[in-house]
Nanobody, 115 residues
Framework: VQLQASGGGSVQPGGSLKLSCVVS????????IVWFRQAPGAEREGISI????????YYADSVKGRFTISRDNAKNTAYLQMSNLKPEDTAIYYC?????????WGQGTLVTVSS
């Protein structure tokens, strides 16, 4: 199983980025997807979830209204659209696929928000 996160980069405050998480080795439709991030010196935090069955979404307060999680099961890919980015969004972003006790991680993609 591999999760390949991409789409990170450097952006100015107020800018946008779209992260992708391409999954291989499992059928993504059977897994919930969680995006985590880890800022320098901080613990990893979960910021958004999309369910496997009905696509229910959840957002941490820190990103609510600015980030949108989505999935394309046909492409085995999940996304995180990030808008109105702030310097405090600077972090390594990881995608995670979960099903019961099963859990798989991607390698992370760096997002830097700076003027």
């Amino acid at each position: 199983v591999q999760l390949q996160a991409s789409g990170g980069g450097s952006v100015q405050p107020g800018g946008s980025l779209k992260l992708s998480c391409v999954v291989s080795g499992l059928s993504l439709r059977n897994y919930a997807i969680v995006w985590f991030r880890q800022a320098p010196g901080a613990e990893r935090e979960g910021i958004s979830i999309i369910g496997d069955t009905d696509g229910t979404t959840y957002y941490a307060d820190s990103v609510k209204g600015r980030f949108t999680i989505s999935r394309d099961n046909a492409k085995n890919t999940a996304y995180l659209q990030m808008s109105n980015l702030k310097p405090e969004d600077t972090a390594i972003y990881y995608c995670n696929a979960q099903r019961g006790i099963l859990q798989y991680w991607g390698q992370g993609t760096l997002v830097t928000v700076s003027s």
